[in-house]
C-alpha cells in the first residue's frame, strides 16, 4: 500500500469535501484498498479501521505527526509528536485485549455504519440508543439492569477503538489524556497535503507549461529540486 500520493491526494481533498465525515474517511481507505468492497469498509469495527488509517497516514505523509491542544488547565497551548506507528502499535494491544472480553458474542464492536445510522439522531441518548439496538443482541437490552450492563459492556468494547495521548503542560504541573480522533485528523492533513500540491502544480505549470497529472504524478523529490530552480 503505496499512500494517497499524487492524483489520488488530490482525488481524496475532493471526496473529503464532497462527503460527510464517515462516508469520506471510508473513501479514502477504498482508494488505499481498492479491492474491498464498501460494504466491508461500513461493517469494519472502529477499532480496525482506525489501525489502517494510521497505516494510511504513514504511507502518506509519514510516521512523525505534529498535534496541537490546550492545557485543560491553564489553557496554554501544546504542541507534541507522535509517531503513527506506535499509536497503531498501542491500538492494536487494546483491540486484542478487549476481545476476549467480547467473545461471548453478546455484544459487537460499534463499525461505521453504526455511526451513520445514529448520525441523524435528536440528542446523544437517542444516539446511544441506536447504537446499543445495532450492536448488543436483542435479549441483553430488555429490562433496566440488563439495559445498563449492555451499555457498560459495548463502551467498554469502543472504548479500545480509542487512540489516548498523554500530555503534559510545559507551563504547569498538569497531565491530561487527549483521545484523538484519527479519522477526523487524517481528513484535515489531506485538505492541507492536496493545497500544497495544489500550489506546486500551478508554480511548476505555470513555469513549465506542464500538465497537471504529468506534475501530480512525480515525485515530492522531484518536484522540490524544480521549485527549487524556480527559486520558489
Avoid at 476476549?100 to 445510522?117: E, Q
Wanted: proline residues 2%; glycine residues 6%.
Amino acid at each position: 500500500m503505496g499512500g494517497l500520493k499524487g492524483e489520488k491526494l488530490l482525488r481524496a481533498w475532493e471526496l473529503s469535501r464532497e462527503l460527510p465525515e464517515q462516508e469520506a474517511v471510508l473513501a479514502l481507505l477504498a482508494l488505499a484498498w481498492p479491492s474491498r468492497a464498501m460494504s466491508d469498509w461500513l461493517a469494519m469495527p472502529l477499532g480496525e479501521r482506525n489501525t489502517l488509517l494510521l497505516e494510511l497516514r504513514a504511507a502518506t505523509l509519514g510516521r512523525r505527526m505534529e498535534a496541537f491542544a490546550e492545557c485543560p488547565a491553564c489553557g496554554a497551548l501544546l504542541e507534541f509528536n507522535l509517531d503513527v506507528m506506535e499509536l497503531e502499535r498501542q491500538l492494536r494491544a487494546q483491540l486484542a485485549e478487549v476481545e476476549v472480553d467480547s467473545a461471548d458474542g453478546s455484544a459487537r464492536a460499534a463499525n461505521t455504519g453504526d455511526l451513520i445510522a445514529a448520525r441523524g439522531a435528536e440528542s446523544d441518548e437517542q444516539a446511544r440508543a441506536i447504537l446499543l439496538a445495532r450492536t448488543v443482541a436483542t435479549s441483553e437490552t430488555e429490562g433496566s439492569d440488563a439495559s445498563a450492563a449492555a451499555l457498560e459492556r459495548l463502551e467498554r468494547i469502543n472504548a479500545a477503538a480509542e487512540i489516548r495521548v498523554e500530555l503534559a503542560c510545559a507551563e504547569c504541573p498538569a497531565r491530561s489524556v487527549m483521545d484523538l480522533d484519527i479519522a477526523q485528523f487524517l481528513l484535515r492533513e489531506v485538505a492541507s497535503a492536496a493545497r500544497r500540491l495544489i500550489a506546486e502544480i500551478h508554480e511548476l505549470a505555470s513555469a513549465y507549461g506542464w500538465s497537471e497529472r504529468a506534475i501530480a504524478n512525480m515525485s515530492a523529490w522531484r518536484r522540490a529540486a524544480y521549485l527549487e530552480m524556480l527559486g520558489v
